[in-house]
């Protein structure tokens, strides 16, 4: 693909981030060696009104239609104009935006009478239509008007901001990226923001083969200090952090990096202080041996854009210190993860500087986790995802198939459960849903479980199990212990990495994978452990809304539930795709996560219609025949889930309430100790092979299911309704399946009896008239091939965009 990188230089030229993202850009496109890369250059100074004018003009009148697709950063880049714009934001014009004075006119008051036509066009729906008038009409008035135009001035932030309008309309760029949730969020930036994907830059700072190692480093450094490199410009606030230090009593150094035009007041106020060093500018060699010797790394701006400074000190293994109003820096640093986030005080950042030089052991766990969290800040890893949206337009469709491959793509995919053998939902939708996909590409299970094995389920899929370490059940045993829950997943984010065995078998296995699928958000940090490159998230449940529902009425589960979202906001937004099982899971996402959910796409659950024989009426009542069934026979299935243990209770009230008739209890929500009604006519199966599940679906007459709580989908239903066992189910048992309302019973749960009742009384052919309905649509829209569809299609259009497959 022919690609055009669209750079503005600065006049006069002093690089900053826009040329560091971009020449980093240029340079992984360049690697990758799959596109001819253009990096155009033009000078665009922007010291009057002028000077934008002439920027915004030039950009627009660009005829660039010889590239399969430009990338633009900036202001006034993305004025051009082509089919294939994709627009990563570092920011426009702040002046002119947040930085804009509060207390200033949003708009010109009392215009002479010759503005009249700009400004009538200024009020009018920015189109690109109108672009050249506006271009004209702001001339002539700049002409006539100078003193109107003065930067910054209402009348100029009209302008540019309906310029930008045209520009950024989602209708004018291919796709639109912006480098940080703050940029995302900032008002009047994006038009429709939630359309915009965020996507944080990578580092390029890199140490070149004659760089001492760390060891080395620490043995070189003379003294211990604390160190911080910024543009020492007043937004920065290196004000701030000479505040804070100088009410330390501590021989530790501060070191300051960087120039600007604050250099000379910020001396001053050091310079009774001969514990501060300022350094001045350092070379890439140099600032990479600084974040590598520090002790921690203070960076504190005031609502940066991004702030590259922190993922380049938390790659070199340096915990990172700032303040919650420092913007995008809050996004990469995890207050008492990888670095702090205090208050923007000198007090509170005093504080945290000396709680870290008087807790050694907190400062090398910080900094053990540092390197980690930033891993995934990589180029492969976010130009894979910031070029996906790209067509190739000039090269056949069909010379893209697996047989042009030198191997099929592999995913791997990391579970804190065995998906063999099949005993519960989850383990239903993780074996069905991977076993589609090998019919396209080489997948790897690799399970927590409870013993070590491996098995090769199908052609192309492989599953590992390895058992749960004994330090795993001290960790998780801990936790049930204090809770009374279950909460093995959960416990996985921590106790995974005391299992050497499945850390070894990860890394063996994403060795030469394209993708790593998180099935459930917990193991993310451990696959970051392992592997660079990119993750796809598969949400099965809500996690912090079914953890919510099991850790009901106990006091301390705040600070628990709290980390679980956090748990899964790391993941989302680490993650270049999530897939759940409903659209209502995903409008939930964007519920808790507002601006952080990457892209979606809907894997419904389902089920194997082939491999479930559907069975009317008749044949049904002559199996029950045989079988010495009277009377009507009641199933309900589910695993241990706190939902379904809920559900399980309101099944054994129903089967108390009706003694008449039998009640059949499958699965592992056997063992719940909180069901206790063991009448007469009350069947308890437990775990059951898969003929004999398909025995009972056979033989039953009705399946409930009285759900109320959880996420998701139930898979039961499909089960049900595939066997063409008529159901009757709560509307929430419902949720996220497309079936006609004719084909299941629906009730609240205390309507069940009458409902029961009712059924009854129903005839054979009314039966078999909402089964069949039934598993008409089961097969339409939710037998597995169909499910995994949008999974599949979403990995050949991406893997095809980054030149993987």
Not at 286 to 304: D, H, K, R
Not at 419 to 424: L, T
Not at 756 to 772: K, M
Request: aromatic share 8%; proline share 8%.
């Amino acid at each position: 693909m022919k690609l055009a990188l669209l750079a503005p230089s600065p006049v006069p030229y002093t690089p900053g981030g826009a040329e560091n993202l971009l020449s980093g850009l240029y340079d992984a496109l360049r690697q990758q060696g799959q596109h001819q890369i253009e990096l155009l250059k033009h000078p665009t100074p922007e010291h009057s009104f002028a000077d934008l004018l002439h920027g915004y003009r030039f950009y627009s009148r660009l005829d660039l239609t010889h590239f399969d697709a430009i990338i633009s950063c900036k202001y006034p880049a993305w004025m051009a104009q082509h089919p294939q714009h994709l627009c990563w934001m570092l920011h426009p014009l702040r002046g002119l935006y947040d930085s804009y004075p509060a207390d200033w006119p949003q708009a010109l008051h009392q215009a002479p009478e010759a503005l009249n036509p700009l400004l009538s066009l200024l009020a009018r729906q920015p189109e690109r239509a109108c672009l050249e008038d506006s271009f004209a009409l702001a001339e002539a008035a700049w002409s006539d008007h100078p003193e109107l135009f003065d930067l910054p001035s209402p009348l100029v932030r009209q302008i540019v901001h309906f310029w930008d309008r045209i520009a950024l309309h989602p209708e004018a760029l291919h796709a639109r990226f912006c480098i940080s949730r703050t940029v995302q969020q900032r008002p009047n930036y994006f038009q429709q923001a939630h359309t915009v994907q965020v996507l944080h830059p990578p580092i390029s700072l890199k140490s070149s083969p004659s760089s001492p190692s760390k060891t080395e480093q620490a043995h070189q450094a003379a003294t211990p200090f604390i160190f911080t490199a910024s543009r020492l410009d007043a937004p920065k606030r290196i004000d701030l952090i000479l505040q804070a230090y100088q009410r330390l009593n501590t021989s530790v150094e501060l070191h300051i990096a960087g120039t600007g035009p604050q250099s000379a007041y910020l001396q001053a106020c050091a310079a009774q202080d001969p514990r501060i060093r300022f350094l001045g500018h350092l070379t890439q060699e140099q600032l990479l041996c600084a974040y590598q010797q520090a002790e921690i790394v203070l960076f504190t701006p005031y609502n940066e854009d991004y702030g590259l400074i922190a993922p380049e000190a938390l790659s070199q293994g340096c915990p990172v210190i700032t303040t919650s109003d420092a913007g995008g820096v809050t996004e990469i640093v995890h207050h008492q993860h990888n670095g702090l986030i205090v208050p923007p005080s000198a007090s509170a950042l005093a504080l945290a500087i000396a709680s870290l030089l008087d807790h050694p052991q907190e400062r090398q766990r910080l900094a053990q986790n540092a390197q980690p969290s930033v891993a995934h800040l990589n180029w492969p890893t976010q130009l894979a995802q910031l070029i996906a949206p790209l067509k190739e337009p000039s090269i056949p469709e069909h010379l893209f198939s697996s047989s042009h491959s030198a191997r099929p793509l592999k995913i791997v995919v990391a579970v804190t459960f065995p998906a063999w053998p099949v005993q519960g939902g989850g383990q239903q939708r993780l074996y069905q849903l991977y076993r589609q996909l090998a019919r396209h590409y080489q997948v790897e299970l690799v399970c927590l479980g409870a013993r070590n094995a491996s098995h090769q389920l199908a052609d192309q899929l492989m599953h590992h199990e390895c058992a749960y370490t004994p330090e795993q059940h001290r960790i998780s045993g801990g936790l049930h212990q204090r809770l009374d829950k279950d909460l093995t997943d959960v416990a996985a984010y921590y106790s995974s990495f005391y299992n050497p065995q499945w850390l070894a078998r990860l890394q063996q296995a994403t060795q030469d994978a394209d993708y790593v699928i998180t099935c459930h958000p917990f193991l993310h940090a451990a696959i970051r452990g392992v592997w660079d490159g990119p993750i796809l998230y598969e949400a099965q449940d809500i996690e912090p809304d079914v953890k919510t529902g099991l850790l009901a009425g106990l006091d301390d589960a705040g600070p628990l539930l709290t980390l679980i979202q956090q748990i899964e906001r790391r993941c989302l937004q680490d993650s270049q795709l999530v897939f759940t099982c409903s659209q209502q899971d995903q409008q939930r996402l964007h519920q808790l996560y507002p601006y952080q959910v990457p892209p979606q796409r809907v894997v419904p659950n389902g089920v194997n219609t082939q491999e479930t024989p559907y069975t009317c009426y008749a044949e049904r009542e002559a199996r029950r025949t045989r079988l010495g069934l009277t009377g009507e026979s009641l199933l309900f299935m589910g695993s241990l889930h706190p939902p379904n243990i809920e559900a399980a209770q309101h099944f054994l009230q129903l089967a108390q309430r009706f003694p008449q008739h039998e009640f059949w209890l499958v699965g592992s929500v056997c063992q719940a100790p909180e069901l206790h009604y063991s009448g007469a006519n009350l069947r308890t199966f437990g775990l059951v092979s898969e003929a004999q599940r398909q025995a009972l679906l056979a033989s039953a007459t009705l399946a409930l299911n009285p759900m109320h709580s959880g996420s998701g989908t139930n898979l039961k239903m499909l089960d049900y309704t595939a066997a063409g066992l008529p159901v009757l189910s709560t509307p929430f048992g419902l949720r996220g399946l497309n079936l006609p309302q004719d084909a299941v019973y629906q009730a609240e749960q205390s309507h069940f009896s009458v409902t029961i009742e009712a059924y009854t009384q129903t005839s054979a052919a009314e039966r078999d008239y909402r089964a069949s309905l039934a598993r008409q649509k089961t097969e339409q829209e939710y037998d597995w091939s169909v499910c995994a569809e949008p999974l599949i299609n979403w990995l050949a259009q991406s893997s095809r965009a980054t030149g993987l497959y």
